[in-house]
């Protein structure tokens, strides 16, 4: 199955003007990575997290930012499967987007199911019902919303650590 990443980052509007331009400078840096449905999915979402976390400097979050995708991921993959080709007759695919802020990071990932995440706290020797534990454990805050008639948005936000000031020469 084909993977695909799609990015998006500031681009310089200098000496242009009209719509494009200014909805150019709105645009935060963006990326998303098709999850595939082969067992090395949640490997491919975390190298895929890491990547761009180091491609936008954000090193000090990537631990966090990694471990958040890689549970989002599991979950959309574990619980968010949906057997039955969408109601256009494509298969069902699932999404891992980043995107920054000015002050967080929000990982987004889409699956093709309707059915609420719920944090339910894990029996203590339990192998499952970590994830969204992890999840608000590490994040500024988390929710999800229907997406379509056919699947569901779960996000997490991770705050980012004040820019350093720039030093003068």
Not at 2 to 22: M, V
Not at 79 to 100: E, F, M, N, Y
């Amino acid at each position: 199955m084909e993977n695909r990443t799609h990015q998006r980052q500031h681009t310089s509007t200098r000496g242009h003007s009209g719509a494009a331009s200014r909805l150019a400078l709105a645009a935060p840096p963006f990326a998303a990575h098709r999850i595939s449905t082969n067992t090395l999915c949640l490997r491919d979402a975390r190298n895929f997290t890491s990547d761009v976390i180091h491609r936008w400097n954000l090193g000090p979050v990537r631990e966090d930012a990694v471990q958040i995708a890689s549970e989002l991921v599991a979950n959309a993959v574990r619980h968010g499967k949906r057997r039955t080709p969408l109601p256009d007759g494509s298969p069902p695919v699932a999404w891992l987007a980043l995107t920054r802020r000015p002050h967080s990071l929000l990982c987004v990932v889409y699956d093709p199911s309707q059915r609420r995440p719920r944090l339910t706290p894990p029996a203590p020797l339990a192998e499952d019902h970590r994830g969204l534990p992890i999840v608000e454990a590490l994040s500024e805050g988390w929710g999800w919303k229907p997406s379509g008639a056919t699947g569901k948005a779960v996000w997490a936000r991770l705050a980012l650590p004040p820019a350093a000031a720039p030093r003068k020469p």
